[in-house]
Each structure stands twice: as C-alpha cells, then as structure tokens.
C-alpha cells in the first residue's frame, strides 16, 4: 500500500473513532472473510491512471486514483435492514466529513483532490451490511 493510502487510512481512523476495524482489501469478497468486528471500514484501489510525464530529467505526472470505501455494519434486530442502513447512513456522513474535509494538519500530506463519485449496496446478508462509497483523487507524482 503507497503512503498515499496509509495516510487516508490514519485519516479515517482518526476522524471516525467509532470504527471497530479499519483496513485494506483487495475487494469485496476479501473484505467480507476479514471481517472480525462492526463498524467497519476497508479501502481498496481498484485503478490508477497517469498522464504523460512532463519532465525531461525525472518524473512530473498528474495521477489519478479511483478507490472505494467499503463500510460494514450489523444489525440483527430488522430484518428489513432498515436500522443498519440507519447506521450506514451516519458512518457514510463522518467518511465524506473525514475525506472531504479539511486537511489543515500539517503532518497530513493531501491529495491535491479527492471527490465522491457515488455510493450502492454492495453486500446484504444475515444482518450485516456493506455499503461502497467511491472517491476518485489527484496529485502529482515526482522523481
């Protein structure tokens, strides 16, 4: 994992101290068997893209990453869902407050970017509840 994503991480767990486990997966079914204790939260990189280097003597490119938040809840009481979407719903808000927000700390290093793009249900089963939020950002890779 680059640094990039160690520090959106330490930015979540930072800002969200509600969460049980926090940590990276390769995708849904990987974060599904790692699940040990809820709320959760799992980042994956599904792509990166990059533009042509601008630089004739090193490495000057904008870079684009996609990656997906997957946040896992659950609750046994509903069997509708309704009370764990209630919870998705409230972790869905500190994720977007956590990433979107403020990167004033001056131990963080931002991304130049990062946006949402879009969330779904990405999982249901026997009260637990994976909800996908995915975020797209950009900064400068340099050497």
Do not use: C
């Amino acid at each position: 994992m680059s640094t990039y994503f160690a520090q959106i991480l330490a930015r979540i767990e930072s800002r969200m101290p509600e969460l049980r486990q926090i940590g990276v997966a390769a995708g849904l079914e990987q974060a599904v068997d790692a699940l040990r204790a809820y709320p959760s939260v799992f980042l994956y990189q599904p792509s990166e893209s990059a533009a042509e280097n601008e630089n004739l003597d090193g490495v000057l490119q904008q870079v684009t990453d996609r990656f997906g938040v997957l946040i896992a809840v659950r609750d046994l009481s509903d069997a509708r869902g309704e009370a764990a979407l209630r919870q998705i719903d409230v972790l869905r808000r500190d994720l977007k407050a956590a990433l979107l927000g403020s990167w004033e700390d001056p131990t963080d290093v931002p991304p130049e970017t990062i946006e949402y793009q879009g969330g779904s249900l990405a999982y249901a089963k026997d009260g637990t509840l994976i909800w996908l939020d995915n975020f797209i950002s950009h900064h400068l890779e340099r050497a």
